[in-house]
């Protein structure tokens, strides 16, 4: 997998900053799987992962898989000047999506038409709040793989 150090624009993306928390998240990606963190002891999902569980300071983790299905509940049309990387792809939707198997879960991305569509590949004005959609993955490189979301 790849270190934060290593983060950067590629492929016209930026490239995740991994670490240990976080590892299992992305691997699961990389497999297409939608893991969230989930406290051992009191059982509570946590997102962004991380060692020690806010609600009961347990230590303990464990990984569920999701189905992967999610309502949109926030979304923004991103127009340039942005990023070099992603300037020829504006507009775009950036949307928080909220899980359906938990919706306190919440995890930002983009609607595309595929997982390996590009993130102008619907017209950003399309998407609203409500909308539901399900989870595709975008391979950036090798060894990682970015959760998108496609209409349902």
Not at 44 to 69: K, N, Q
Not at 123 to 143: K, M, Q, S, W
Request: glycine fraction near 6%; proline fraction near 11%; aromatic fraction near 6%.
């Amino acid at each position: 997998m790849t270190d934060a150090a290593e983060a950067g624009p590629f492929d016209g993306m930026l490239k995740p900053a991994i670490d240990d928390d976080s590892r299992p998240f992305w691997e699961a990606c990389d497999r297409g799987e939608l893991r969230i963190q989930r406290c051992a002891a009191c059982g509570v999902r946590r997102m962004p992962p991380r060692p020690l569980c806010p609600h009961c300071r347990s230590f303990e983790t464990a990984w569920d898989v999701m189905s992967g299905r999610a309502t949109v509940w926030s979304v923004l049309v991103a127009h340039p000047p942005l990023l070099p990387a992603y300037g020829d792809q504006a507009p775009y939707n950036v949307v928080v999506v909220a899980l359906d198997d938990d919706p306190s879960i919440r995890l930002v991305g983009n609607v595309v038409a595929a997982g390996d569509a590009p993130l102008d590949s619907i017209d950003p004005h399309t998407v609203e709040i409500g909308d539901a959609v399900t989870v595709a993955f975008r391979r950036l490189a090798d060894d990682v793989a970015l959760p998108v979301w496609v209409p349902a």
